[in-house]
């Protein structure tokens, strides 16, 4: 549990008192420890990181804010460390709070910065922009009078964002508007959702969740009763892109699937009082024990979905499937400082029921990539796979691999964008035309793009500002032959962009799950089986037939050679 005594240190401490409080903190820490060398070496250098910390403020040639200077020090401290432990001063402390409380304060709008303005993409029903009247395309053009021409969206949001009660003063322009529109927005309290999407496709019942927080087994509970009861054969959880959240959330949501008292995961840290373990307390959803699963991830999936995931394979209780995932299986435990600071430090590891680490380890600037990537070097990715993994078995007896990360029961490719269409996507050219085109014609929800409409978004491209900049990357030039070719492509854009704009965030979504490869490959294991069993004879037969692959290709290899 996080520790709710927080220290408050609203004024600078002195330095000569900053070096006694720390040497007395230090002696207090290691009273239990054992190793008289150990206790001596950390003292000592509790002393030179105070020492040196009094001649930089007081020496230096110029003026230097103590703060600033203690953070810097810090900052160093954990570039020591694993990627994962943070100092976490204001804003990010306030961003991880947000993060997995599931709310703050502000108006209920998600942003980008389009054509130099903070612009929106949609409201969310029900918030205070949303009962205004704030649409999808609208300028904020200026906050509390002020131009945000050129504005981040950091700089926007900071400014849109605060306490509920308050106002905030906004000016938008709109197409189809001569004058700009000025808008006085109280705040309220905005939820964010952990599971935006769950809806049936075909008989599957499908659900996206996009992080774990405070609030996510609850909405998922909710959404998986409704999808039964709109007769769901199956469930689809799509943990794709979700870099993951609470343990808390991540146990909670795995035991919904599992029976009680089957191991969920388990963590080893250097002190004893982070080995634990965590167990299904629950019996699972009611209903859900008998629903055929089928989990996707990708290598942007990490964390808290990692721990699902292997606990859904581990007792195979469906399938994983789709790309390995990132492996950040390490335990992070936030120590609040101050009211309004922290410190994020890795204190143990994750363990998967049948013994893996899910942890890789990487370097510091090794981030979790939310973008599908092709590997630069063809030759690297083989050699990475042709190194022997570790193998475990499930509780069926089925052979799953450790090394870092999950590995899905069955791998399933995702094509990439092409890169006009990478070019396109970054310029926002299809949302830009949507805004434009929406505001003086009707847009039905069985809308599809024809070529007239097609037309028009070739003649606006050619008024694009940046797109010969994104064009020139890959060394693309806006043809009537490359259009041609992108014709699908801008189609199904223009219809995605035109669904939002109208018909909110979830419309836009199905069309773009549309040509989801990964998803419309899941979708098809589901038609051809009926039982949870039936998927796990799916995943041995894809087994053995990539061993079988993997052999043939072996045996080529040794033939040329």
């Not at 490719?413 to 269409?421: A, T």
Request: net charge negative; proline share 4%; with cysteine.
């Amino acid at each position: 549990m996080m520790c709710r005594n927080i220290l408050s240190l609203r004024r600078p401490i002195p330095l000569l008192v900053l070096v006694a409080l720390l040497t007395l903190l230090a002696g207090q820490a290691l009273a239990t420890q054992e190793g008289g060398t150990s206790r001596q070496q950390f003292l000592e250098g509790i002393k030179i990181l105070g020492a040196v910390y009094e001649r930089v403020y007081y020496n230096y040639v110029d003026d230097v804010d103590p703060y600033e200077l203690l953070e810097s020090g810090i900052t160093g401290m954990m570039e020591y460390l694993d990627e994962h432990s943070q100092y976490l001063p204001p804003v990010h402390y306030d961003d991880l709070m947000m993060s997995t409380e599931g709310e703050f304060g502000g108006l209920g709008i998600t942003i980008n910065i389009r054509d130099h303005y903070p612009t929106v993409v949609s409201p969310i029903e029900g918030t205070p922009a949303f009962l205004m009247g704030v649409q999808g395309g609208d300028k904020i053009i200026e906050i509390e009078g002020d131009t945000t021409r050129d504005f981040t969206s950091n700089e926007a949001v900071k400014l849109l964002r605060g306490e509920p009660g308050t106002a905030v003063n906004i000016t938008i322009e709109r197409e189809g508007f001569e004058k700009p529109i000025p808008l006085t927005i109280v705040r309220d309290i905005i939820k964010v959702e952990s599971v935006p999407y769950a809806f049936m496709i075909d008989d599957i019942g499908y659900v996206r969740i996009q992080n774990f927080a405070r609030t996510t087994a609850e909405e998922l509970s909710i959404a998986i009763d409704d999808l039964k009861a709109a007769g769901a054969r199956g469930i689809l959880l799509d943990l794709r892109w979700n870099p993951g959240g609470l343990l808390d959330a991540a146990c909670a949501v795995s035991e919904m699937f599992l029976d009680q008292g089957d191991l969920i995961v388990y963590t080893k840290g250097r002190l004893r009082n982070q080995n634990r373990s965590y167990y299904s307390e629950d019996h699972g959803a009611p209903g859900t024990e008998t629903l055929p699963l089928i989990v996707m991830i990708n290598g942007a999936s990490a964390s808290a979905s990692e721990i699902v995931s292997a606990a859904v394979q581990d007792h195979d209780r469906g399938l994983v499937v789709g790309k390995t995932s990132f492996g950040k299986g390490s335990v992070q435990t936030v120590f609040p400082l101050t009211e309004d600071r922290a410190l994020k430090l890795t204190t143990a590891k994750y363990y998967t029921p049948s013994g893996r680490s899910i942890h890789k380890d990487r370097h510091r600037d090794d981030s979790i990539d939310l973008t599908e990537t092709a590997p630069t070097d063809p030759a690297d990715e083989v050699e990475l796979d042709s190194e022997p993994k570790e193998q475990f078995q499930t509780d069926g007896g089925r052979i799953i691999y450790g090394g870092g990360g999950i590995t899905p029961d069955i791998e399933i490719e995702q094509p990439f964008l092409g890169d006009f269409e990478v070019a396109i996507e970054r310029d926002y050219s299809l949302f830009q035309f949507a805004t434009k085109w929406a505001a003086h014609h009707e847009v039905p929800r069985d809308l599809v793009p024809d070529d007239a409409l097609i037309a028009e978004f070739h003649d606006f491209l050619a008024t694009r500002e940046k797109l010969p900049e994104y064009l020139e990357v890959y060394e693309l030039e806006l043809t009537s032959e490359l259009l041609a070719e992108e014709h699908d492509y801008i189609a199904k854009g223009l219809r995605r962009e035109l669904m939002r704009l109208k018909f909110g965030q979830e419309a836009a979504y199905r069309v773009a799950i549309e040509d989801d490869v990964q998803l419309q490959e899941a979708l098809d294991l589901f038609r051809r089986v009926s039982t949870t069993a039936d998927l796990i004879k799916l995943a041995d037969e894809w087994a053995s037939e990539r061993v079988a692959a993997d052999t043939e290709s072996e045996a080529e290899t040794a033939t040329v050679h």
